[in-house]
Each structure stands twice: as structure tokens, then as C-alpha cells.
Nanobody
Framework: QVQLVESGGGLVQPGGSLRLSCAASGIIVSIWAMAWYRQAPGKQRELVARIINGGNVAYETSAKGRFTISIDNAKNTVYLQMNSLRPEDTAVYYC?????????WGQGTQVTVSS
């Protein structure tokens, strides 16, 4: 049974940093094309960063230069390091496959950027 469990969110001031984790079971993340998504209140879910075959990465425009997606093969976990956070980064963050068919969605982790 596939399960994705996101963690690491929280309340941070503008300019701060967070590292999100997505622990996977039932799949090997390094052989999937994985991604981080976020959904802000009243907005559609959007893809923030993707990693393909454990190495090739791509970012949504506002995330470039601030966010880094990576995989720890030993822990079967996908990470999203977020630096220089802005209030507009406030959202619930999820990980999943980078395109359909999607895996079962986890509960997400709330990121709030506010002073």
C-alpha cells in the first residue's frame, strides 16, 4: 500500500527557512518522477518543484533560487529545502508523482510565513 507522509511545516518569519520531508512507503521514490505541490487558501494546487530519476530537477518560477528538492535514497524520502521564505509561500505542501496517475495524497504539511 502506497503512503506519503509530509512533515516539517510550521510558522516562520519572512526570510526564514524550512525543510519539508515526504516519507514514502510502498514505492521507491528514486525511480519515480516526484514533485512537491502547494495549495493556498482559495487557490488551485500548484507544482512547486520536481525531481526525476533522483537527479534532474525543475522549479516553478517563484521557487527558483530559493527552494531545493532532493531525495535520500536510504530513507526513501523526498525533501524540499525552502529558503528566503515569503508570505506568498504560505500554503499546505504535498508531495506526489509529478504527473498523473497520482499516488494517494497525504495529509500535507502547513507552511505559514508571517511576521
Amino acid at each position: 500500500q502506497v503512503q506519503l507522509v509530509e512533515s516539517g511545516g510550521g510558522l516562520v518569519q519572512p526570510g526564514g527557512s524550512l525543510r519539508l520531508s515526504c516519507a514514502a512507503s510502498g514505492i521507491i521514490v528514486s525511480i519515480w518522477a516526484m514533485a512537491w505541490y502547494r495549495q493556498a487558501p482559495g487557490k488551485q494546487r500548484e507544482l512547486v518543484a520536481r525531481i526525476i530519476n533522483g537527479g534532474n530537477v525543475a522549479y516553478e518560477t517563484s521557487a527558483k533560487g530559493r527552494f531545493t528538492i532532493s531525495i535520500d535514497n536510504a530513507k526513501n524520502t523526498v525533501y524540499l529545502q525552502m529558503n528566503s521564505l515569503r508570505p506568498e509561500d504560505t500554503a499546505v505542501y504535498y508531495c506526489n508523482a509529478d504527473s498523473p496517475p497520482f499516488l494517494p495524497w497525504g495529509q500535507g504539511t502547513q507552511v505559514t510565513v508571517s511576521s
